[in-house]
């Protein structure tokens, strides 16, 4: 029986009265309004998105949800309604949990002062020492329905931790002790737990960005990217899966998250890729590893990317061109293999005549372009990276309420508001919980001490510890998202990753990407697992998909490691020098996974396939006979193949005949 809808007109209401107050909390403090001549201390600010963004997160988000993989199934086909969790609608505990975040959070952004000033941390009335108790609790339920129970679990571990850290008999893991009562006030009154690094990001530089990327979509990005890139690479081989590429970058660079780029760009070319030839299994391979690339896609990475600000201590800027050319390299192996695919199964592209025009769809969407290079070329020639976002979000409405062939009244912005609402208190829930753990390990004092025992063990030896650090990574990445897998290694790995000699944004930007490789790795794969639900394909059938075409993901975070130029920390010559011969690398890699000479049309022998898999990965090492050696072995692999293959001689698997997709909406 169909449930009442969760978000009701009330609820609704709700949701956009909590999202307008917290934006307006964010830009009174980036743009230091003071309004009414209050000045925020920073605690009291934090609190306040605390307990405006928590009660959202109760509301969007009910007790139990389904498998992410039949939520995706049920979206694609219309089926079990009743099911879906924003189909349950809001209870009683929902309300008290509502209540009780807001009223804790009230209480202590009131107090804010007396807790600076009178160390409440330490030493708290009885009435903040409840409260703290009832905040703790608060915000492992809001972790466990935004992140998840495994993450949960992790994180009500490790804020239990200074409990018992003196008394572990393993001496890397002892710290300092708290009881429990202190251990409450100082993971919620303290400045490096639930108010820590995580939070103080998110609600300062985060809220911004996520906001412009909910508006890019609700003003027609969305759309617009992907008509282009059907206009631009519809009518190749293959096309249907190369805009699956180009559409999952685009969407990547308005939201980080693997599964919404997913299920907002999955419906659209999914089917398309089926029409076209393209088997189940790798139509979602490709539109989840596509997806997976979000949280590497500058301007907008993921959350993880924006806390790496805190972390490093660098402009945001910074971090977008370094991120620049491995995200580059990531797309650019996937399109590769795409083509040798499209190749060996004899795969057309759409005709151009059902295809949308390049120039009309540029012209028409000269609004998403603009928000785009405004906002990039306004963080690169001011120092308010926290306000860029405001006014590019501004000229965006205003451009989509003034434009006669867009439609966006008052309905459309609530719909925007209510979308915003819901994105700000997921990040918000999943960060607040990830400050227990970093409060845990920084109030025993652990995290220092794990950092010099890495390098101990490893021996002073770089790869050793990248090879642990990517290990620990995907692991953690199973259970955790990436912003919290990201954080903990950021205070316990990439520490001693550093004391290595390895470039501290190239460090950072390592836990990321491995941290991501978990959305298209089995055994969890989340991002697989939803494309695999909409393709209607075997889960794990489309994470071996998706790895495979992903394979460019697994290795470019060693070459950036090991070669900071890839990540442009070096001269510009070196930058360039570098870029060019891991053009090459991915090109002799995504070959020889495929087993196509890419360009050439012909197959490729085991034995190149073996030497172009090598000199590609050779070619992103930084030393000079390392660069000669590879250029060598991709060299010779192109030989073997033109010495044994003939030229477009098709692979024994069987190819799938072509099928015509269906006319491209053009949508002005």
């Known amino acids: 029986m169909r449930t009442e809808n969760r978000v009701t007109p009330f609820w609704r209401m709700v949701v956009i009265v909590l999202t307008v ?97 009178f160390g409440w941390e330490y030493m708290a009335p009885t009435a903040a020492t409840v409260a703290a108790f ?67 990001t998110a609600a300062t530089i985060l809220v911004g960005f996520l906001v412009f990327g909910v508006a890019l979509q609700h003003t027609g990005g ?47 070319t999914i089917p398309a890729m089926k029409r076209s030839g393209f088997s189940p299994t790798y139509a979602g391979g490709v539109e989840a590893t596509a997806a997976s690339g979000g949280s590497i896609t500058p301007p907008i990475m993921g959350t993880a990317a924006f806390l790496m600000v805190s972390f490093v201590g660098v402009p945001y800027t910074e971090i977008l061109i370094a991120a620049s050319i491995p995200a580059a390299l990531f797309f650019l192996g996937i399109y590769l293999q795409v083509d040798g695919y499209a190749a060996r199964k004899g795969l057309k592209g759409v005709s151009v005549a059902l295809l949308p025009r390049t120039l009309i769809t540029l012209v028409q969407g000269w609004p998403y372009i603009m928000a785009l290079l405004l ?28 434009r006669p062939s867009q439609k966006f ?79 903990f290694l950021a205070i316990v790995m990439v520490p001693a990753v550093i004391e290595l000699g390895v470039n501290p944004l190239a460090a950072h930007l390592f836990v990321i990407y491995w941290a991501s490789v978990s959305y298209i790795t089995p055994p969890v794969g989340l991002a ?56 090459v690398g991915v090109y002799a890699l995504a070959s020889a996974i495929e087993g196509w000479t890419v360009g050439f049309d012909r197959r490729m022998p085991v034995l190149g396939r073996l030497l172009g898999a090598v000199g590609g990965f050779l070619l992103f090492m930084p030393a000079p006979l390392s660069a000669v050696l590879g250029l060598a072995l991709v060299a010779a692999s192109l030989l073997l193949a033109f010495l044994i293959v003939k030229p477009g001689t098709p692979a024994d698997d069987g190819a799938i005949p072509a099928q015509t997709p269906a006319p491209a909406t053009s949508v002005a």
Not at 243 to 254: H, K, R
Not at 258 to 264: D, F, R, Y
Not at 375 to 401: D, M
Not at 546 to 565: C, D, H, Q, S
């Open 528 to 583: 697989a697992f939803a494309a695999a639900g909409i393709a209607k394909a075997s889960p794990m059938g489309t994470c071996v998909a998706a790895m495979k075409l992903g394979a460019v993901k697994y290795i470019v975070p060693f070459g950036f490691a090991l070669n900071p130029a890839l990540v442009a920390q070096d001269s510009a010559g070196r930058v360039l020098l570098a870029f060019a011969l891991s053009i």
């Open 375 to 402: 906002l990039t070329g306004l963080l690169f020639f001011t120092n308010s990276e926290t306000q860029v976002p405001y006014w590019v979000i501004l000229v965006l409405l205003v451009v989509a309420v003034l």
């Open 21 to 117: 107050l917290g934006v307006l909390l964010a830009m009174n403090q980036v743009f230091f309004w003071n309004v009414g001549g209050l000045a925020l201390l920073r605690n009291s600010y934090l609190y306040l998105i605390l307990g405006v963004f928590l009660p959202v997160v109760f509301i969007v988000n009910p007790l139990r949800k389904i498998p992410l993989a039949q939520a995706a199934e049920q979206r694609e086909d219309g089926s079990g309604d009743d099911l879906a969790p924003e189909e349950r609608p809001v209870q009683a505990f929902d309300v008290l949990l509502m209540v009780v975040a807001a009223s804790v959070c009230g209480y202590f952004a009131v107090n804010g002062t007396r807790i600076h000033d």
């Open 409 to 487: 009244g008052l309905r459309e912005f609530a719909d925007f508001l209510v979308a915003a609402g819901r994105t700000l208190g997921n990040i918000i829930g999943i960060i607040a919980g990830v400050g227990l753990i970093v409060g845990g390990l920084t109030a025993t004092g652990v995290s220092l001490s794990l950092a010099r025992e890495l390098v101990a063990a490893v021996g002073d030896n770089v790869v050793l510890i990248l090879i642990a650090g990517a290990v620990t990574c995907f692991i953690l990445g199973m259970g955790m998202t990436i912003s919290a897998a990201y954080v």
């Open 134 to 200: 009832l905040l703790w609790i608060v915000v492992l339920e809001a972790l466990r329905r935004t992140g998840g129970m495994i993450v949960t679990v992790i994180a009500l571990l490790f804020s239990l931790y200074p409990l018992v850290a003196g008394d572990l008999p393993i001496g890397v893991l002892q710290g300092v002790s708290y009881d429990l009562k202190t251990l409450a006030q100082v993971h919620t009154m303290g400045a490096e737990s639930l108010l820590g690094l995580p939070i103080q």
């Open 222 to 268: 969305a759309d617009f990217f992907h008509r282009l890139s059907m206009s631009i690479f519809g009518r190749y081989r293959g096309g249907a899966a190369k805009v699956s590429v180009a559409s999952s970058a685009a969407m990547g660079m308005m939201s980080g998250s693997a599964v919404s780029n997913v299920l907002t760009t999955g419906p659209m």
